[in-house]
């Protein structure tokens, strides 16, 4: 009889995990006008490592039915991102914008107050002009492991979709990488799923 108890506590608390990581959260501008999903961010986004459309922007176009612009800078951080929103997103009427960064802050050692202030300015920068937005969490092992949480948070408070751990499994895969970080095109195709499955649901 306890085992049998056990077995429906076990089964019960499943249920709610499960349940609760596939509901959809809210996310401001799910109504957005704009035209275009717009990738803005580093090297990770702009392709390094592979030839012209095999980086993650192209291969997530091809899954959409939206047009997909390629916003990233290879060696950009949140700081130099900051500077370029308005020429690069704010004016290419964006429907939902996708921020990765973080990654050359780390190596340049900024400090993650200065980071997660920049993203939260962009956030608010792109939901005041109507788009949606995601943040994408470029965690891997330790790396970047202290800005996780607080990105989950920010995407939270600002009612921002969440792409949590879409560098996992790639950056320990060498099959999966150009060089000792960047992923090569199986890599970047592994992270434009990822992101469509994430941010599809609100394009609907």
Sequence with gaps: MRKNRFLL??????????SAGCSQREVINTGSKGKNIICFGDSLTFGYGVNPGENYPTMLGKLLK??????????????????????????????????????????????????IDNIRQMVDSIQAQ????????????????????????????????????????????????????H???????LIAQRIYKAIAPYLN
């Excluded at 506590?9 to 499960?18: D, G, H, K, M, P």
């Excluded at 500077?83 to 780390?106: A, C, Y």
């Excluded at 996992?168 to 150009?178: A, E, F």
């Excluded at 090569?184 to 195709?189: E, L, P, Q, S, V």
């Design 66 to 115: 939206f047009p997909v612009l390629n916003k990233g800078i290879d060696g950009d951080t949140t700081s130099e991102g900051l500077r370029r929103l308005k020429n690069d997103v704010l004016d290419h009427d964006p429907r939902l914008v996708i921020i990765e960064f973080g990654g050359n802050d780390f190596l340049k050692k900024i400090p993650k107050g200065t980071t």
């Design 183 to 189: 992923p090569n095109a199986f890599g970047y195709k």
């Design 9 to 18: 506590l076990v089964f019960l608390c499943s249920w709610i995990i499960t």
């Design 130 to 181: 109507g788009a949606m937005v995601a943040i994408v969490d470029v965690s891997a092992g330790l790396i970047l492991k202290e800005c996780r949480s607080d990105l989950y948070r920010l995407a939270l408070s600002k009612k921002a979709i969440f792409i949590s751990s879409v560098f996992g499994g790639i950056i320990t895969n060498p099959r999966l990488k150009s060089d000792f970080l």
